[in-house]
């Protein structure tokens, strides 16, 4: 729940924590701080993360009032730096961690680590988010250290010049060892999309890797870059993921899809073959199930 708040002449020249604990019933100073500390607050718009700042009559608060339980520090272990060189750096995100910052928060968030990590190299450039994965889906995600790099990495995405493979698990049995959705997808609700007749084109290639009847190891390549395509892509064909509670995917402590490989060309014409391991929990359970991934 983001909340609004004008600063009166009540709190002209209060902190701001004390200004959000006397503006925002249920808000405590303590929480007022967590906020602040974790990105979820701005002053007139500019992100401020100093609960002792000051205010004034006019100021325009925004807070994020996270739901209890959602926040968590975000720790990864040395291996989850899949890759680094002077243009760029790959790194496996976990599941259930947001790409990008938030209305809630920016600490806690895989933006606020790479900056973390940038900063610990020596360098003052931001995280620049060129593509993002869903918060429930693990794997390769990369980010450009400079500027330069970040205009050829967002164009190579734009052309359809990254080569992406994601595994997923599924509730099911495919018809066919191979098969190609190409449906048009758009949004049917805030948080939902669907195949749509005036939707964008979408178009995914799929691979059986292996199945036991009931559930299956799937590959999936999408050529183009929708929102939740290769969910949509899935539930359309009656297979949906497992653990993906928005697309009548069976319960499960993740959602089981994870972007395994990237492949892509650097700017010097060198291949890039980018790929992250699949975590604990979604290996667990594709091994318990007697499962291979390719």
Same mark, same amino acid.
């Given at each position: 729940?983001?909340?609004?708040?004008?600063?009166?002449?009540?709190?002209?020249?209060?902190?701001?924590?004390?200004?959000?604990?006397?503006?925002?019933?249920?808000?405590?100073?303590? /929480?007022? +701080?967590?906020?602040?500390?974790?990105? #979820?607050?701005?002053?007139?718009?500019?992100? =401020?993360?100093? $609960?002792?700042? !000051?205010?004034?009559?006019?100021?325009?608060?925004?807070?994020?009032?996270?739901?209890?339980?959602?926040?968590?520090?975000?720790?990864?272990?040395?291996?989850?730096?899949?890759?680094?060189?002077?243009?760029?750096?790959?790194v496996n995100k976990p599941a259930g961690i947001n790409s990008q910052r938030t209305p809630y928060q920016l600490k806690g968030t895989l933006e606020y680590w790479v900056t973390e990590y940038f900063k610990a190299e020596g360098s003052n450039e931001p995280a620049r988010v060129v593509h993002r994965l869903d918060r429930g889906t693990s794997g390769v995600m990369i980010f450009p250290k400079l500027r330069q790099a970040a205009a050829w990495l967002s164009g190579r995405f734009q052309d359809g010049l990254? /080569?992406? +493979?994601?595994?997923?698990?599924?509730? #099911?049995?495919?018809?066919?060892?191979?098969? =190609?959705?190409? $449906?048009?997808? !758009?949004?049917?609700?805030?948080?939902?999309?669907?195949?749509?007749?005036?939707?964008?084109?979408?178009?995914?290639?799929?691979?059986?890797?292996?199945?036991?009847?009931?559930?299956?190891?799937?590959?999936?390549?999408?050529?183009?870059?929708?929102?939740?395509?290769?969910?949509?892509?899935?539930?359309?064909?009656?297979?949906?993921?497992?653990?993906?509670?928005?697309?009548?995917?069976?319960?499960?402590?993740?959602?089981?899809?994870?972007?395994?490989?990237?492949?892509?060309?650097?700017?010097?014409?060198?291949?890039?073959?980018?790929?992250?391991?699949?975590?604990?929990?979604?290996?667990?359970?594709?091994?318990?199930?007697?499962?291979?991934?390719?």
């Amino acid at each position: 729940m983001i909340l609004r708040k004008t600063i009166t002449a009540e709190q002209n020249g209060s902190r701001l924590d004390d200004a959000i604990a006397a503006l925002c019933a249920g808000v405590s100073k303590s /929480e007022a +701080r967590r906020i602040i500390d974790r990105g #979820g607050c701005t002053v007139n718009v500019a992100l =401020v993360r100093v $609960a002792s700042r !000051g205010v004034k009559t006019g100021d325009v608060i925004d807070i994020g009032v996270m739901e209890a339980g959602r926040f968590s520090e975000l720790v990864l272990p040395p291996h989850a730096l899949i890759y680094a060189d002077s243009e760029l750096i790959a790194v496996n995100k976990p599941a259930g961690i947001n790409s990008q910052r938030t209305p809630y928060q920016l600490k806690g968030t895989l933006e606020y680590w790479v900056t973390e990590y940038f900063k610990a190299e020596g360098s003052n450039e931001p995280a620049r988010v060129v593509h993002r994965l869903d918060r429930g889906t693990s794997g390769v995600m990369i980010f450009p250290k400079l500027r330069q790099a970040a205009a050829w990495l967002s164009g190579r995405f734009q052309d359809g010049l990254v /080569e992406k +493979r994601y595994l997923a698990l599924v509730s #099911g049995r495919p018809g066919q060892d191979l098969w =190609v959705v190409d $449906a048009p997808i !758009g949004k049917v609700a805030s948080a939902r999309y669907g195949i749509v007749s005036a939707g964008k084109a979408s178009r995914t290639e799929f691979r059986l890797i292996s199945s036991n009847g009931e559930l299956s190891l799937v590959e999936a390549r999408p050529l183009t870059g929708r929102t939740h395509q290769i969910r949509v892509h899935l539930e359309s064909v009656g297979l949906p993921i497992v653990g993906d509670s928005t697309y009548g995917g069976v319960a499960a402590d993740r959602m089981m899809l994870h972007c395994a490989e990237m492949k892509l060309s650097d700017p010097k014409g060198r291949e890039l073959r980018l790929q992250a391991e699949l975590d604990g929990s979604f290996a667990q359970q594709v091994s318990s199930l007697e499962l291979q991934a390719a």
